[in-house]
């Protein structure tokens, strides 16, 4: 252990993850601390850190409010009706009336902005989305954390929080060890700010053995967003709201430009549009949310899924007709250069030319996030102004931890932020935190020598793992003494996949798949005391694969309380196959005990704040 060098660091403000939420996180810290101390710790390298380096080519959440294109009310409409009615409305109005800020910010940082000629304005590619050169986009936001902040510390993974010892629900700070050294790294708080992204490869991917590692969203995002506040008892909400995309297959190239620009529309293997077909089906399940428009993601979802199952795939884009006009066969292919090149070289590989084949589509393995079209994550406190008494406990986007704060895919309850919706949520978090520490609701915190040393110990057991159990191998990887961070990944993945409604079950799943998941997820716990781990990176795998499996215990016990089929296209309770508005129309929340390791839930109203205010108005 004494390898293994220990620098402590105490700040005001520790933002623990640089990509979107924590970049604008950072930078906005420093406009209302002056004095603080402002620290930015991330896994990666913020400079090109986060979903965001997946690439990407438009800022899909801009209201446009300066031209009247649209306004945050509209946007909590749509979110609403995608979510099948279940989101938090204060939140993403809160979001939506300051992101069009942030958005102009981007533009005076010299982020390129494609603008519509005709009139002057940023170019629209959907009703939210504006067009980018995407390239540039994280550096230059990183600068503006890199100006804010006293220190970024990069390839450094948190793994824990750290928590006060005279108030047992107040953050102290966070722990984590530097990847490339291997030092060990003690960053004692006033508040945190947590900030880590979204979580894949919980769920079997599609992509296995050669293609392991292509997902969707970044295979780096790994869930410590939901488990470092899931392990301090902090309350999540709406865990079971996984996504599930519909994507140019084996490339995940993304479809919604070419159904926008280029108008291309699906059909099934025989030329059809299946779509419509499922009309009758749908509204048996969800009744009058099939006739919403526009028509929920899940429920498209949910036909293609069905055709398929049916025998009618495979489902494809049709391109042929649009790719002769060479100006829209352009736009076709530089879509995936700005965001997927891997697609076009997939197209490549399978000798797909989109002017003469219709490519393939197919549906992703599910995803657990909070800030894309769905809405996982923690449960935050709201804005005063507008949150009703259950949400609201001071400050905003503080968790129900105190001094604790999220910002992104981290915050349940608001979808359809994306990039824009997320640096505009780390900006508000952070304006929170500066105010709790003003309202010295940060003082006296004790976080003991002790309590770090003994974290200190358990960080790096991986590496113990390895280096005694190392000696009873005879031939190959497999121990008997020890699991290897991959083989763990795998087994976590297939009991996602087989009992929680991933692909292998196409979606479905039913309460008794989701107890014995659960079984089998409370041995792969136990099991990840002996994951090995043979160096640095090792490491951070392993601490991967346990922020992941804790991820997955929550979304879990989520999945099995909710008692319908909220989003079908998304899962499917096979015993209770109905949305069922008279018991669900709720939010759900989740705390596990920090003890016990006991997950106990609870159902929470959800209020429509935006249309009880029209009412209002109108009375
Ligand atoms: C394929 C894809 C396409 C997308 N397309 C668009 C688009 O066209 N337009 C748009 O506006 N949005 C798009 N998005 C969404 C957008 O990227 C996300 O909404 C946004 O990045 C979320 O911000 P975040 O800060 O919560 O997470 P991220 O930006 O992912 O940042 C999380 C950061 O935390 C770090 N981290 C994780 N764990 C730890 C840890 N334990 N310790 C320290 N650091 C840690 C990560 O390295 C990362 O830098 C897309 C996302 C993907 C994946």
Redesign the pocket.
């Known amino acids: 252990m004494a390898k293994h060098k220990t620098h402590f660091e105490d700040c005001d403000v520790l933002v623990?993850?640089?990509?979107?939420?924590?970049t604008g996180a950072t930078f906005e810290a420093r406009h209302w601390g002056r004095d603080l101390k402002i620290i930015c710790?991330?896994?990666?390298n913020?400079d090109r850190?986060?979903?965001?380096a997946?690439?990407?080519?438009?800022?899909?959440?801009y209201m446009g409010m300066q031209w009247g294109e649209n306004q945050p009310e509209d946007h909590v409409r749509y979110a609403r009706n995608d979510l099948m009615g279940m989101v938090r409305e204060d939140l993403g109005y809160d979001m939506a009336r300051h992101v069009d800020s942030t958005v102009h910010m981007f533009d005076e940082w010299g982020l390129p902005m494609m603008k519509n000629e005709k009139t002057g304005r940023y170019l629209r590619e959907g009703k939210w989305?504006i067009m980018i050169h995407?390239e540039s986009y994280k550096p230059i936001v990183a600068e503006a954390a890199k100006k804010s902040a006293d220190k970024i510390y990069n390839r450094?993974?948190?793994?824990h929080l750290l928590m006060d010892e005279t108030n047992e629900n107040r953050v102290g700070g966070a722990v984590?060890f530097n990847m490339r050294t291997g030092d060990y790294y003690v960053f004692r708080a006033k508040t945190v700010i947590v900030?880590?992204?979204?979580a894949s490869h919980i769920f079997k991917p599609r992509a296995v053995g050669e293609g392991m590692g292509r997902t969707?969203?970044?295979p780096?995002?790994?869930g410590?967003?939901y488990a470092?506040p899931i392990a301090v008892g902090a309350k999540m909400t709406q865990m079971e709201n996984r996504i599930v995309l519909c994507r140019f297959k084996d490339g995940?190239g993304?479809v919604g430009a070419y159904f926008l620009h280029l108008k291309t529309y699906t059909q099934n293997a025989n030329g059809e549009n299946y779509e419509k077909k499922w009309y009758d089906q749908t509204k048996e399940l969800v009744g009058e949310y099939i006739d919403h428009h526009p028509t929920p993601t899940c429920l498209r979802n949910h036909a293609f899924i069905q055709e398929t199952i049916a025998g009618r795939g495979p489902i494809q884009m049709v391109t042929t007709e649009a790719f002769q006009d060479p100006h829209l066969e352009t736009v076709g292919w530089e879509n995936f250069l700005g965001?997927?090149v891997g697609q076009a070289v997939v197209w490549a590989s399978q000798n797909i030319d989109p002017k003469y084949t219709n490519p393939e589509l197919t549906t992703s393995e599910p995803y657990v996030?909070?800030?894309?079209a769905t809405c996982s994550g923690a449960w935050v406190s709201g804005p005063e102004d507008l949150s009703p008494p259950e949400y609201f406990w001071g400050y905003n986007r503080m968790l129900t931890v105190e001094g604790l704060f999220g910002?992104?895919?981290?915050v349940g309850g608001s979808a359809h932020?994306?990039?824009?919706?997320?640096?505009t949520e780390?900006r508000l978090a952070a304006k929170a935190a500066v105010k709790y520490i003003e309202d010295k609701k940060a003082e006296n915190i004790n976080v003991s020598d002790k309590q770090c040393e003994d974290f200190k110990k358990v960080i790096y057991k991986p590496l113990e793992n390895y280096t005694v159990g190392r000696n009873e191998i005879t031939g190959g990887t497999v121990s008997p003494s020890y699991i290897s961070p991959i083989q763990g990944l795998q087994r976590l993945q297939r009991i996602m996949d087989e009992y929680v409604g991933g692909i292998a079950t196409n979606y479905m799943t039913n309460g008794n798949m989701l107890k014995k998941g659960l079984e089998l997820l409370s041995w792969l716990e136990e099991d990840l005391d002996n994951v090995g781990a043979e160096d640095y990176h090792q490491l951070m795998r392993a601490?991967e694969l346990k922020?992941r499996a804790l991820t997955s215990q929550c979304v879990t016990e989520h999945t099995l309380f909710r008692e319908e089929t909220r989003w079908p296209g998304y899962y499917y309770r096979g015993d209770h196959m109905k949305l069922d508005d008279e018991n669900w129309h709720c939010l759900t929340v989740s705390r596990r005990d920090p003890k016990t390791g006991k997950f106990t839930l609870e159902k929470v109203p959800v209020y429509h704040i935006v249309d009880e205010k029209e009412k209002k108005k109108a009375s």
């Open positions: 623990v993850g640089g990509g979107m939420a924590g710790v991330e896994k990666a913020i850190s986060g979903a965001v997946q690439g990407l080519y438009a800022i899909n959440c989305q995407g450094i993974m948190i793994t984590g900030a880590a992204g979204g969707w969203y970044a780096w995002s790994n410590s967003a470092l995940y993304p965001m997927t996030m909070g800030s894309h910002a992104g895919d981290t932020k994306f990039s824009s919706g997320s640096f780390g601490w922020h």
